[in-house]
């Protein structure tokens, strides 16, 4: 459906259906949205086809960027907040059913997970507990606790001055503030704020700070903003020493990055249809349908 999350969670009920494994999806309109916090008894995976979703819960923010998934359990309390016409899909677990994570993680989406989750979508989710539909959710049950986990976690905690400090950068990302300034705006001294974001997150207040910048880095350039309009929301004096260290943080560059997630995506998109491990033909279906 083309719309809200609102409106998705107004027709969409995962709780009130009684499956173990449910799917849905949602395009978002010309504009950022957010669902402000809720909960419900199913587990929870967010993925997004299109743009970039950040989910908060109590612990911490999770960057959900395409090819990527961001696991909640069931009964996390949760936020979520949409880049402009975004496309997402989710798919509900009970918490039950398979041994699934029982902290948040995100989680590197294969092709294959992508596309069942995908046709799960579109079929009723009342479906036959022994039909086709019930097959494809074990398989992605199976697919669910195998997926490796992704860096793109922020550590932040119910500390009112830390919550203060992470609210403020997060509507600003290009507030420049050295740790003395931030200090003395959460009106502490300079030691305890450093000590206090170790103890609390366990990294530097610097890297902290930078792990903030590649989050909201990573949502815009998934939205398809520039490299050199994403060094200047984030306060980058030059596109250089944006990029200097989105590498020291990721390894690579943000198009390197890119590039390389789009091509192993592929590779492993066609070694999954081919089925015995060797290169998909080259007229290979792209879709499961």
Same mark, same amino acid.
């Given at each position: ?29 010309? /504009?950022?949205?957010?669902?402000p ?10 993925l ?27 009964g ?9 016409n ?15 994570p ?9 092709p ?38 992704e ?9 009112? /001055?830390l ?5 403020s ?25 450093m ?41 980058y ?10 590498? /020291? ?15 192993d ?25």
């Amino acid at each position: 459906m083309r719309g809200t999350l609102h409106q998705h969670y107004r027709y969409f009920n995962p709780d009130s259906l009684d499956r173990p494994i449910v799917a849905g999806m949602v395009d978002t309109q010309e /504009k950022e949205d957010e669902l402000p916090v809720h909960t419900h008894r199913k587990g929870q995976l967010v993925l997004a086809q299109r743009g970039g979703v950040t989910c908060e819960v109590p612990s911490g923010l999770w960057m959900v960027p395409p090819r990527c998934g961001v696991w909640i359990p069931g009964g996390m309390p949760h936020s979520n907040r949409v880049t402009a016409n975004a496309s997402l899909l989710f798919l509900y677990v009970d918490m039950e059913a398979a041994n699934v994570p029982q902290e948040c993680c995100t989680l590197s989406i294969t092709p294959l997970m992508h596309e069942l989750i995908y046709r799960m979508a579109t079929l009723p989710p009342l479906y036959n507990p022994q039909g086709p539909t019930a097959q494809i959710a074990m398989v992605l049950l199976n697919e669910l606790i195998a997926m490796p986990t992704e860096r793109l976690h922020l550590p932040i905690t119910r500390h009112s /001055k830390l919550r203060f400090i992470a609210d403020s950068l997060m509507d600003n990302p290009a507030d420049r503030r050295t740790v003395a300034e931030w200090a003395e705006a959460a009106a502490l001294g300079e030691r305890t704020l450093m000590r206090l974001v170790v103890t609390e997150t366990g990294m530097t207040f610097s890297r902290w700070r930078q792990q903030l910048q590649i989050i909201v880095a990573i949502q815009k350039l998934s939205a398809g903003e520039t490299v050199q309009s994403v060094s200047g929301a984030l306060g980058y004096e030059s596109v250089s020493a944006f990029i200097t260290m989105f590498k /020291k943080a990721l390894g690579k560059s943000p198009a390197r990055y890119f590039s390389e997630r789009e091509a192993d995506q592929t590779l492993h998109l066609r070694v999954d249809l081919a089925g015995d491990g060797l290169p998909a033909p080259p007229d290979a279906p792209g879709r499961l349908t």
